[in-house]
């Protein structure tokens, strides 16, 4: 058992800890406040490779392993989540996606101007009337012979506005169930494909979070990925990935917190002494560090096992379960550290407090996470 990260590793963490530092944190208690996404800097991690990040050099990617990406993920959601899960989508859910399901044509086509960054994706699988419960699409894609004929309405979509290319999931032949879902490449600006409202969200603020409308979206046979009926399979599949890609954010959320929560006890002054002299404090910061430290090394199981060809789909729901639990843990003690400044914007806490509860919701519930955690351990 080796728990050292390699020389590669350490560099592109302190390549990831630089960028978050001198490009995201300047801006990013605006961006908060006023719901503005991060163009310029998503544009930038794009040229730095952090956009397809695991994808092969020959579609475009950087070829990096998914510790590289749990370590960056990290880094990012130190100072900002909304940035963070930009990324998190475009290479977990999008460019995984399709380099391990589409086709040839499909990887020409949209993978590598997505791994490349010249653009961004979209994982269309939330409806209205189908979050958790995954199976009961009511988007259909009618099979037409050459087409698909898409109508229906997916719900919080991160990158709804922004991105180009969206996977969405519909459902095509009812009495198959989930077996009768497919997942289908759709483009921005098809007929008949509307952008509804932002979201005004509690968290990841400078993420755009949408509600998209499909009204009889002609959508060619040549963009389904796999074959007929592979489309929850897929959703499911690439999920799994997507998992690392959110415990390694809400981590980064925690660690965020935590480092903030020491600097200021080092700093601030109470009954003649500093914060950190405090035992009350000191059990605060052990036990907050201590989760993070237990989380980190979830993350890195799971993208270990990802890395290596094992199953990881236990490792990764462990990971987001107690990653995003720590993560709320911790920024709610980071806020009660900082006493009434952690109550105020310029001090960062209170945004990554209210950051970590979505680490909680997306991607698969913590309830979610049990449940795929206990199919496992019952087996």
């Known amino acids: 058992m080796h728990f050292e990260l390699t020389e590669e590793h350490l560099m592109i963490r302190q390549a990831a800890r630089d960028f978050a530092q001198t490009e995201l944190k300047p801006g990013v208690i605006e961006r908060d406040e006023h719901q503005k996404f991060p163009t310029e800097q998503i544009k930038k991690l794009g040229e730095l490779g952090f956009l397809g990040m695991m994808v092969s050099p020959q579609y475009g990617g950087s070829g990096m392993d998914a510790i590289s990406y749990s370590i960056v993920m990290e880094e990012l959601s130190k100072v900002d989540a909304s940035t963070s899960v930009v990324v998190s989508v475009n290479n977990s859910l999008v460019c995984y996606g399709l380099e391990k399901y589409g086709n040839e044509a499909q990887k020409q086509k949209y993978l590598i101007p997505l791994a490349q960054g010249q653009v961004i994706g979209a994982f269309c699988l939330s409806e209205p009337e189908a979050g958790s419960d995954a199976t009961s699409q009511h988007t259909t894609a009618i099979d037409m012979g050459d087409h698909y004929l898409l109508n229906g309405t997916k719900n919080w979509i991160t990158n709804g506005s922004t991105a180009s290319t969206y996977i969405v999931m519909a459902q095509t032949d009812a009495s198959k169930k989930h077996r009768g879902i497919n997942a289908l490449i759709v483009e921005k600006g098809m ?60 981590l980064g959320i925690a660690a965020g917190a935590y480092e903030l929560s020491v600097q200021y006890a080092k700093e601030r002054k109470a009954f003649g002494k500093t914060l950190a002299d405090l035992q009350a404090i000191q059990f605060k910061l052990a036990d907050m560090a201590t989760e993070i430290e237990a989380a980190r090394l979830l993350c890195y199981r799971a993208a270990w096992l990802k890395d290596n060809g094992l199953p990881y789909a236990q490792a990764a729901s462990m990971a987001k379960l107690f990653a995003s639990e720590t993560a709320m843990r911790t920024t709610v003690e980071a806020v009660q550290i900082h006493g009434g400044y952690g109550f105020v914007k310029e001090y960062h806490v209170e945004r990554l407090m209210r950051d970590a509860k979505i680490t909680q919701i997306y991607e698969g519930t913590s309830e979610i996470q049990r449940i795929v955690i206990s199919r496992e351990v019952l087996k």
């Open 191 to 250: 007929e008949g494909f509307t952008i509804g409202n932002k979201e005004n969200k509690l968290g990841i603020r400078g993420s755009d979070t949408h509600s998209l409308m499909f009204t009889d979206v002609k959508v060619p046979k040549e963009n389904r990925i796999g074959e007929e009926g592979f489309g929850f399979k897929f959703a499911m599949t690439t999920l799994e990935g997507g998992r690392i890609g959110i415990a390694s954010q809400a």
